[in-house]
């Protein structure tokens, strides 16, 4: 199967990958992934540096990611431990307090990403659709709707590409940007208001944590050329309809990325690559305030690009 631009080979069946690149213009990317499960944590050298501690409200590891000659390794309570190659090319599993579905849920947040750039490809920090063959992403902080207004723009004829992280390369002089794995991490309030909306679970509910339901999705079947980027800035004070202005500050797109703990020379200087390239094409701030809804903002998007 493919997926974040990655051939994944896994010893272990993996429902959340179910259908992923099985498309009729999927094909290989030469890029492999092969992922090993188990019950036990994987060896890891004690001698590792710790070079990311994401950490909730209360002061509670969500997930670490420590470096070694080995690799990487990405582990959190909840989540499990998965350790990555340092090239990329391998990983090895084991479960945490939520079992094989939470390992699998940071495999798809974390590892397969990580793995991505190790590989050279970018990683956007963003959402995807697929409009009349062209990509557009969806970037924004956690928690900003990026997967409730992809899912609305998939119910106006959009095909999906990615949910939270799409991975982008070079090709020529486009950006070519790849498809996630086939699932939508869909916020508990935005899957009840689905519900309430007679709109169900958008594809069959794979797991449910005190977070989000994570359901199965179709995604369109093989990369596309990145034609857009929205920012999404939710604003308490906005009010009205959403609008529209062309994002100047270039800041703002390497905020746009996925992963900045990797900084080698020749990491940076592909990564200011892609957001030139990002910049020489359609990126726009959109505002919105807090109450506004996805159908509502999938609508205006959805309006401005037929402009």
Not at 197 to 222: C, D, P, Y
Not at 227 to 251: C, I, T, Y
């Amino acid at each position: 199967m493919t997926a974040f631009g990655l051939d994944v080979e896994s010893e272990t069946a993996l429902p959340f990958f179910e259908g992923a690149g099985e498309g009729a213009s999927a094909v290989g990317t030469g890029r492999p992934l092969r992922v090993s499960y188990g019950e036990q944590p994987p060896s890891w050298p004690e001698d590792a540096h710790l070079i990311s501690d994401e950490r909730d409200l209360d002061g509670g590891v969500i997930f670490q990611i420590e470096a070694a000659d080995a690799g990487y390794r990405i582990h959190g309570p909840a989540y499990g431990s998965s350790v990555l190659a340092a090239d990329g090319s391998a990983v090895q599993g084991s479960p945490g307090e939520e079992g094989f579905e939470g390992w699998q849920r940071l495999l798809v947040a974390q590892v397969l990403p990580f793995a991505a750039v190790l590989q050279g490809l970018e990683v956007l920090h963003a959402g995807a659709v697929v409009v009349e063959g062209g990509a557009v992403a969806l970037s924004g902080p956690s928690g900003s709707g990026k997967t409730s207004l992809a899912l609305a723009l998939q119910r106006r004829g959009a095909e999906l590409l990615a949910d939270d992280v799409v991975a982008v390369e070079r090709a020529g002089e486009e950006l070519l940007a790849h498809p996630g794995a086939p699932i939508a991490g869909i916020d508990l309030a935005e899957a009840e208001r689905l519900g309430q909306q007679g709109k169900g679970e958008h594809g069959g509910m794979l797991a449910v944590n005190a977070r989000e339901r994570v359901a199965r999705a179709a995604l369109a079947s093989g990369p596309a050329p990145l034609r857009a980027l929205f920012l999404l800035d939710r604003r308490r004070e906005a009010q009205g309809e959403p609008s529209f202005e062309p994002e100047a500050d270039p800041r703002q797109l390497l905020a746009s990325t996925f992963n900045l703990l990797l900084a080698s020379p020749e990491r940076l200087a592909g990564l200011l690559d892609i957001c030139a390239r990002l910049a020489a094409g359609r990126v726009e701030r959109v505002r919105f305030g807090p109450d506004t809804d996805p159908d509502e903002l999938g609508a205006a998007i959805w309006a401005r690009l037929s402009e």
